[in-house]
């Protein structure tokens, strides 16, 4: 097997695949956060509506059904992918080209609406093929180092581009001309649109015979998948995850400039730190779930979130400072969970089905995540309107919604070490 995984196919599809990987992460590091912001509030759209739109990004998790009917289709996957690949970075480029449009500024509104909407679409339609057919290519005992490496370049790469970017922007700004940067962006991300086409089809096509193989009906797929209790227990584990996740993370940034009186330039050196251990541990955790399981890195990944959540508990303006302990495990965990919540479909999934079970897990997840942000945002409504008081407890809405994720994230522990590891397991 390792001979066939060293040949030069192989090597060439793996390294072209995180280099696709992550100029996919830079453009979309464009069109998310303060970027996102930036843009669209030039276009006159209000903050209340820029809100409304990111929150759709993060649930268009639910449009990874789609693969489930494009992987349906018997279609190569390097054709399916490259095809929706592309339009979305084109859409996502065309954001920043919109101010330049001779055109209603009603209608410039509603085309960057509509961009990003479809760019998302179309990148997350086909996400679950492009990750079954890139990991054909990669050893089964070496997916989490492979992950690894992949992120730590998408990772690194991101930290440098945003910061040039974000200097060109101040930049521009100071000068009176935003629109210079805009299009500035424009052309940087249709230069990275183009690479990232070459990367793809520098990649090897699947067999004829394997695409052939991913044609099935939809009973096939439901029966290898949510007649699957190993699934069924992924599902369950990553879900309750994600919201817990999402219970407190959408509510740090202002915990920590509006409650902790931390400036930006603070925060973002703190995050720096924690970006910095990312990259530090990411390697040596990845070998350990390679060698002991994905389910055990998994495990690994929960132990640190419940000591970030544990760590923002008791976080007040007289103990700031664990909002810096906070804020560094809280990356941390991410090099345990985020490549091993993929993974570790393959210890239970059948590999012919990988794309249709990541898309029912992410979907199911995506929703999940969402659904925690609106609950928690009404729990710190309550809180905040009650003086920063719960049950005669004087704290911060943010440390009461970070115990819910602290119980709610040891109760997934327990149940990856007790009841997932125990189910049975393919080959």
Not at 306 to 318: D, I, V, Y
Request: net charge positive; proline share 2%.
């Amino acid at each position: 097997m390792n001979n066939m995984f060293d040949k030069r196919e192989y090597k060439r599809t793996r390294t072209a695949y995180a280099l696709q990987a992550t100029l996919e992460y830079l453009i979309t590091l464009m069109v998310t956060d303060a970027f996102l912001a930036k843009i669209l509030t030039h276009l006159g759209i209000s903050d209340s509506m820029i809100g409304i739109i990111a929150t759709f990004i993060s649930l268009a998790m639910v449009i990874q059904l789609g693969s489930l009917f494009v992987s349906g289709t018997g279609t190569r996957s390097k054709t399916t992918v490259t095809v929706c690949s592309t339009v979305s970075q084109v859409l996502f480029a065309f954001v920043y080209v919109i101010p330049f449009l001779p055109i209603a500024v009603s209608f410039k509104k509603f085309l960057a609406v509509v961009f990003i909407l479809v760019a998302y679409a179309a990148m997350y339609v086909v996400w679950p093929v492009m990750y079954r057919w890139a990991y054909k290519f990669v050893s089964p005992d070496k997916r989490a180092s492979f992950s690894a490496t992949k992120e730590m370049l998408s990772l690194g790469l991101g930290i440098a581009f945003t910061l040039v970017i974000g200097r060109v922007i101040d930049r521009f700004e100071g000068l009176g001309n935003i629109s210079g940067a805009f299009l500035l962006i424009a052309v940087s991300m249709a230069v990275i649109s183009v690479c990232n086409f070459v990367c793809l089809m520098s990649m090897e096509s699947e067999p004829v015979e394997e695409s052939r193989k991913s044609k099935r009906n939809f009973s096939e797929v439901v029966r290898n998948t949510f007649g699957n209790k190993g699934f069924n227990s992924c599902v369950l584990a990553v879900s309750v995850w994600e919201f817990a996740r999402f219970f407190q993370l959408g509510f740090m940034g202002t915990f920590k400039t509006k409650d902790l009186l931390i400036s930006v330039s603070a925060i973002q050196v703190i995050n720096m730190v924690g970006y910095g251990m990312r990259l530090l541990l990411s390697k040596p955790v990845a070998r350990f779930s390679d060698k002991h399981g994905y389910g055990m890195g998994f495990q690994l990944g929960l132990v640190i979130a419940c000591l970030a959540f544990l760590a923002n508990m008791f976080t007040t303006k007289e103990t700031w400072f664990f909002v810096v302990i906070y804020t560094v495990l809280h990356q941390l965990c991410y090099v345990g969970i985020n490549s091993n919540s993929y993974n570790i479909l393959y210890s239970y999934v059948d590999n012919s089905y990988i794309s249709e079970a990541l898309a029912i897990k992410n979907c199911i997840a995506g929703v999940s995540g969402f659904a925690a942000a609106l609950i928690a945002g009404k729990l710190l409504s309550f809180v905040q309107a009650n003086g920063n008081m719960f049950l005669g407890i004087p704290m911060f809405g943010q440390q009461l919604l970070s115990a819910v994720s602290f119980v709610l994230t040891t109760l997934v522990l327990l149940y990856v070490r007790f009841v997932l590891s125990r189910q049975k397991r393919v080959e």
